[in-house]
């Protein structure tokens, strides 16, 4: 009977409309809509990587040699297994004339080339086939001829070969899963390639082989027997069955760590219902005390307040839901530039059932309590003034449930995360700032009342506004303080790894990277560069590529490793030998050996990677290099800045043992910044086959990069901070009668308007003061300790950064308040003061 | 002290303009009490509030202590009735988050009076509240409250004492006290004393008597004369 009857009550209240609920209802949407967005838009994007894994890898399987082709046992088993593509990727120097070169990444491909998917050219039916021109025909991105200043029809030379583009590569199925890139694509034909040159020993080149396999097979029985045949062989493999995994961690790693900023949203949104609620709440004091007169037993006001919230919540989840699920769409034209694949666009239930399950237990969480209190509002209110009993504990059952709600949805938003431990230290954080900011809040009021009466009657009055009973001191720290530490956070984070890039790096960075200098041409280089006024420092070292295969003699796949040094077994690294320890070596353990050094191999190792390897001075790793395997002693390890750009190897050997093999040389080269084009002109031009990699450009991709996920990142934040403020919008809001009836009475009594703004400025400079100091200390600890101990970079504190986002968020409250003086100044006085 | 010349206001409503002044004309001098009665809707309000500086009229002029009113703009009015007006409301309008303390010092405080607590506590003792000085409005009677609104009307000393039907909400008794209270302050600080009421034993109390109906002031009663009313 009691269940109805509530719901009857509950119906005829909302007919009321929902003017009061406006802030809960934005609130709720808005964090639901966060959460549910992200969600979507990773369904959408895994969905869209596992459909387009094969365009991505360009085959069923893709086999990726360094310095070297397959043999031709290999080449003929994989020709048995289906279609083989063969192409060439390596970057050269492309030249129109002698002023005019960009660095290319090169990828020459044969006639089964693309295997899946299509290339999009303009014009579409160009050809890469048997030339139909005098010279050989070459594809180019449109950035490339820019840069080149030449239009399709026009010449190019790369290496000794000269070539005729024939079409403009718009875009190429299988680009951009793999690795950074320096310069844009240039696409030649396979045949002929040799006779550019630049196919010398030594030289960083990848020879890589996609395969569409024949229909019986299948990749993993495939993969299973390549290793068993050949385990020898040193290639890279990329599957299409392992969906792209460097793409895919990427985007589960974002979309944790925008979640989390969803829950945060939703954690101050929740701020924001509670105030709402408990406003709506106190204006129905003299209905609750009238059904209670009328008979109504507490349970049922309780039922029937708790079925109002929840219809109104279930408006707002469906908002956000709605939201929340169009921001793949809104976003898929801006995707579409920075993604190698298509999102596919869809409803995915999964992350909408999150996002709804994640509002409604907010709700509850931030709900329970104010609606437990309103059911203790006592008949004899109706006889009594507005005095209420002072404020007590919620009946034990209703504690019980706020801590469920609480449980409910710190296990929800841990077992949805993808790296839970993560998702734990995040729950920690936000019940430690939450904690933090209501202590705050309760201190900020306290002080208010034990700084007595100032002087000045702004302050004072300023000063009583914070602390008067009702004032929403606590709740406007809270939310908008918890919003702002997120922002201040997010900024810093992202500030941090943009200066890491663009202000620590080029300071120490080289001008260029020179690569594939042959042995025959090191010295000829030297002498070029020290004889070109303006450039400064060279330094030019042997570079091989080679890969960790075995430690200790245990294979590579089976070594236990630490996370944070994974990437040494991953695929081949650049090594060198020197006879000398490379300038600024830091040497941590065991001994450089002497510069005439004769005997067994020995190298000296990155002290970081050894110590994630669990490895020291004595071990032994072996080293595949060029095919061979070269097992050698571990003589000392060297502690690595490798943020400093300059030359570094993890690996580096003893003398005696590698010269002999083919390799070229790498170089480094400081110049002045007008220094910079002679220096190249002067090396490509004498060496076709020698690569310039202009760091600066190297850098500004980087930075794309850096700033597209930053973007992302800061806008999700953004929106944290939006319900900060909007809930510090409905404070404001709530409080709105108050302010006017306060600015009405003072000014009777002679206040100028100018001293009623500066009661209500000085009341929100101190509260959005304060709130800003703390979220400035919270944020940029939060930003401390996820740049040191999560993404193990150094600290680099950005006083601008923390300052812009500090005083933007002081600013914010302030203009909010300001115009709520502003409507509270515009009230005409006598309508209030007429006598009640 | 006050020189209305044909006042009037005009207020907007859903309904279009609203007269609500229709010409008013009124002398008063310095340190005279004057009462103004008249049914509801006469304006008797609003003449109050024109006089106060509260309301801006639509026509005719207004001198008060000296100062034409209606060339003054939002601010200098509020410093007008700072520096000149006292005013007690039907419903006391106290700040309710501010102690009886607090709200008698306020108008204090907005003058830059230094002494303005030790003031503002002389002033409760005299009004009988030297025990309250702490407590909140919303702890206290209505005649406390009232007693709290006229020790902050009389704090700054104004030579304009105006009281809008300051014992509506007060019972007999009470109101009797708060009016004692009233007038005997405005024979010790020889203000001048204008009584808007329903209540003509309280309108007897004051040397003249002034009857508004409809937006206008009716001819000057004199004291002498009110007997014919009565």
Redo the contacts between chains.
């Keep these: 009977m009691r269940l109805p009857l509530a719901l009857l009550i509950a119906r005829r209240e909302l007919r009321a409309g929902l003017s009061g609920f406006r802030v809960f209802l934005l609130c709720l949407a808005l964090g639901v809509a966060a959460i549910a967005g992200v969600g979507t838009l990773k369904a959408a994007l895994l969905a869209g990587l596992a459909a387009d894994a094969r365009l991505l890898v360009g085959g069923d399987v893709e086999l990726r040699l360094t310095h070297r082709p397959a043999s031709a046992e290999q080449l003929e088993y994989l020709a048995e297994a289906g279609v083989v593509a063969h192409s060439i990727e390596m970057r050269a120097m492309a030249r129109v004339g002698d002023e005019r070169r960009a660095l290319v990444e090169v990828k020459a491909v044969d006639a089964a080339y693309p295997l899946y998917g299509a290339l999009s050219l303009e014009p579409a039916d160009a050809r890469l086939g048997p030339a139909a021109t005098d010279l050989p025909p070459a594809f180019a991105e449109p950035g490339l001829l820019r840069r080149l200043q030449l239009e399709p029809g026009g010449v190019l030379t790369i290496g000794k070969q000269d070539y005729r583009v024939v079409a403009r590569l718009l875009r190429e199925p299988d680009r951009g899963a793999d690795g950074v890139e320096f310069g844009p694509r240039l696409m030649l034909p396979l045949e002929g390639f040799a006779a550019t040159g630049l196919v010398q020993e030594g030289s960083l080149i990848r020879f890589v082989y996609k395969l569409k396999l024949s229909q019986d097979r299948t990749v993993g029985s495939f993969l299973r027997q390549l290793s068993t045949r050949f385990p020898d062989a040193g290639w890279r493999i990329r599957d299409s069955a392992a969906d792209a995994p460097g793409m895919r961690g990427f985007i589960e790693r974002l979309h944790l760590f925008m979640t989390l900023v969803g829950l945060t949203t939703l954690l101050v949104g929740g701020v924001g219902i509670a105030n709402a609620i408990k406003s709506y709440l106190d204006g129905k004091v003299a209905t609750i005390a009238t059904l209670k007169c009328l008979g109504a037993p507490g349970g049922l006001v309780f039922a029937s307040y708790l079925a109002q919230v929840l219809v109104l919540a279930g408006l707002g989840v469906l908002a956000g839901l709605a939201l929340g699920a169009l921001l793949p769409v809104l976003l898929s034209g801006a995707l579409a530039g920075l993604l190698p694949f298509q999102a596919r666009l869809g409803l995915y239930w999964q992350p909408l059932a999150l996002a709804a399950a994640f509002g409604i237990l907010t709700t509850l969480a931030f709900a329970v309590w104010p609606l437990a209190r309103a059911r203790e509002v006592p008949a004899a209110a109706l006889f009594r003034?507005?005095?209420l009993p002072p404020a007590r504990l919620p009946r034990p059952r209703y504690v019980l449930g706020v801590g469920l709600a609480l449980a409910a949805l710190i296990g929800l938003a841990v077992a949805s995360a993808d790296d839970r431990p993560f998702a734990l230290w995040f729950v920690g954080g936000a019940a430690g700032a939450f904690v933090l900011f209501y202590a705050a809040g309760r201190l900020a009021t306290w002080s208010a009342r034990a700084a007595g009466?100032p002087?000045l009657?702004a302050l004072?009055l300023a000063l009583?506004?914070l602390h008067?009973?009702g004032a929403a001191t606590v709740g406007v720290l809270l939310s908008f303080g918890l919003g702002l530490s997120v922002l201040v956070a997010v900024a810093q984070i992202q500030g941090n790894l943009a200066a890491q890039v663009r202000d620590r790096l080029p300071a120490q960075a080289p001008a260029f990277f020179f690569v594939d200098i042959q042995p025959d041409q090191i010295d000829e280089f030297r002498a070029i560069a020290a004889g070109l006024p303006g450039t400064g420092e060279t330094v030019a070292v042997p570079s091989l590529r080679g890969r960790i295969v075995a430690v200790n003699g245990v294979p590579a796949g089976q070594v236990a490793v630490k996370p944070d040094g994974a990437w040494a077994l991953r695929g081949d690294r650049g090594l060198t030998y020197a006879a000398t320890p490379p300038d600024g070596a830091e040497i941590v353990a065991g001994r450089w050996w002497p510069a005439d050094y004769a005997g067994p191999p020995l190298v000296s190792f990155d002290a970081g990677v050894a110590a994630a390897l669990g490895v020291g001075v004595g071990d032994r790793l072996t080293v595949n290099v060029l095919g061979r395997d070269i097992e050698a002693r571990i003589a000392s390890l060297r502690r690595i800045d490798w943020s400093t750009l300059g030359m570094n190897f993890a690996i580096v050997f003893a003398p005696g043992l590698l010269e002999a093999a083919p390799h070229s040389f790498i170089a480094t080269a400081k110049a002045a910044d007008g220094a910079e084009g002679a220096l190249e002109a002067a090396v490509v031009n004498r060496f076709p086959n020698v690569s310039a990699i202009r760091v600066k450009d190297a850098l500004e991709a980087a930075n794309r990069i850096l700033a597209n996920v930053g973007l992302a990142v800061r806008v999700t934040a953004a929106v944290t901070l939006l319900a900060g403020l909007l809930v510090l919008a409905g404070a404001i809001a709530a409080g709105h009668r108050?302010r006017v009836?306060?600015a009405v009475?003072?000014?009777?009594?002679?206040?100028?308007?100018?001293?009623v703004m500066r009661t209500n400025a000085l009341e929100f400079l101190l509260l959005g003061g304060f709130a800003t100091l703390l979220a400035t200390a919270v944020g940029s600890l939060a930003a401390f300790v996820v740049v040191t101990h999560v993404m193990h970079q150094p600290w680099l504190f950005l006083p601008a950064t923390m300052a812009a986002t500090a005083l933007g968020g002081l600013a914010a409250t302030l203009v909010l308040g300001f115009l709520g003086t502003l409507r509270a100044l515009a009230q005409?006085?006598?309508p209030l003061?007429?006598?009640? | 002290m006050i020189q209305l010349d044909d006042v009037r206001l005009s207020l907007p409503s859903d309904a279009g303009m609203v007269d609500i002044l229709r010409g008013c004309g009124l002398t008063v001098a310095a340190g005279e009490s004057v009462a103004v009665v008249g049914p509801s809707g006469s304006g008797k309000?609003?003449l109050l509030?024109v006089i106060?500086g509260?309301?801006r009229p639509t026509g005719g002029s207004v001198h008060v202590a000296g100062c034409r009113l209606d060339a003054l703009g939002?601010?200098a009015l509020?410093?007008?009735?700072?520096?000149n007006?006292g005013?007690v409301?039907?419903?006391f309008?106290?700040?309710?988050?501010?102690s009886a303390l607090?709200n008698v010092a306020?108008?204090l405080?907005?003058?830059g009076r230094?002494d303005a607590?030790a003031r503002a506590e002389e002033g409760l003792r005299a009004v009988g509240l030297g025990h309250r000085l702490k407590h909140y409005p919303?702890?206290l009677s209505g005649g406390e409250q009232q007693r709290v609104a006229l020790a902050?009307a009389l704090a700054?000393r104004p030579k304009l004492l105006l009281a809008?039907?300051p014992t509506?909400?007060l019972d007999g008794n009470t109101g009797r006290q708060i009016v004692d209270l009233l007038f005997q302050s405005q024979r010790a600080s020889g203000a001048t004393l204008l009584l808007v009421t329903h209540d003509m034993t309280l309108a007897r109390r004051c040397e003249r008597l002034i009857a508004m109906a409809d937006g206008r002031v009716l001819t000057p009663v004199s004291v002498a004369g009110r007997a014919a009313e009565g």
């Design positions: 003034s507005l005095l009466r002087r009657p004072r009583a506004n008067r009973p108050r009836y306060d009475v003072l000014k009777v009594l002679g206040a100028t308007r100018a001293v005409r006085p006598t003061l007429r006598n009640a | 309000s609003s509030a106060a509260l309301e939002e601010d509020a410093l007008f009735r700072r520096d007006v005013i409301f039907q419903s309008h106290l700040i309710p988050s501010m607090e306020l108008p405080e907005l003058a230094r607590w919303g702890q902050r700054c809008d039907e509506g909400n």
